[in-house]
T-cell receptor, first 114, second 108 residues
């Protein structure tokens, strides 16, 4: 079955540590996105990529980094510069440029600080 | 002021009731997505619409471009419909602006 797989489901970070969240899709979608969700707030865009080897900052990119070396994969690294990383992280994909295209979401990763 | 505003924030109803969730949005949003988030956190896309009305099973989504307003309706609601419903406006280049969500609880 086609879909988006995020791992791990739960992740704990120590002070000063970088951690990487995985996102893989087999939908052959060009565009991939990372969102952050905090309690009581709407999702906010961290980074997005519309094509391999290219990505753009979203609204809250500080303290995060991404790569897009393969079409199927868009990992997100939460660096030590992100001072408030505890949140629920969602990866999504869509066909870039397609009109009236739905978004497909992964099941999310809950990141907490130890 | 948020670019996408949802109401109500919380809604509790009895099984079988007709449910309406509202979404108002600002200028510059070309299309509206309705999403459903279950307690486990995963999100499912329900509808994407830029005009008129769409229906899928017991779910109906409408949009009024002139009034910049969209509604999500659920007919014959069921406890399994309990979830957070999120509307999101598309601002071009695949950028979405999200509402805060409406937590719906359907009691048996």
């Amino acid at each position: 079955d086609g879909g988006i797989t995020q791992s791990p489901k739960y992740l704990f970070r120590k002070e000063g540590q970088n951690v990487t969240l995985s996102c893989e899709q087999n939908l052959n979608h060009d565009a991939m996105y990372w969102y952050r969700q905090d309690p009581g707030q709407g999702l906010r865009l961290i980074y997005y990529s519309q094509i391999v080897n290219d990505f753009q900052k979203g609204d809250i990119a500080e303290g995060y980094s991404v790569s897009r070396e393969k079409k199927e994969s868009f990992p997100l690294t939460v660096t030590s510069a992100q001072k408030n990383p505890t949140a629920f992280y969602l990866c999504a994909s869509s066909n870039a440029g397609a009109i009236n295209e739905k978004l497909f979401f992964g099941s999310g990763t809950q990141l907490s600080v130890l | 002021k948020n670019e996408v505003e949802q109401s109500p924030q919380n809604l509790t109803a009895q099984e079988g009731e007709f449910i309406t969730i509202n979404c108002s949005y600002s200028v510059g949003i070309s299309a509206l997505h309705w999403l459903q988030q279950h307690p486990g956190g995963g999100i499912v896309s329900l509808f994407m619409l830029s005009s008129g009305k769409k229906k899928h099973g017991r779910l109906i989504a409408t949009i009024n471009i002139q009034e910049k307003h969209s509604s999500l309706h659920i007919t014959a609601s069921h406890p399994r419909d309990s979830a957070v419903y999120i509307c999101a406006g598309e601002q071009g280049a695949q950028k979405l602006v999200f509402g805060q969500g409406t937590r719906l609880t359907i009691n048996p």
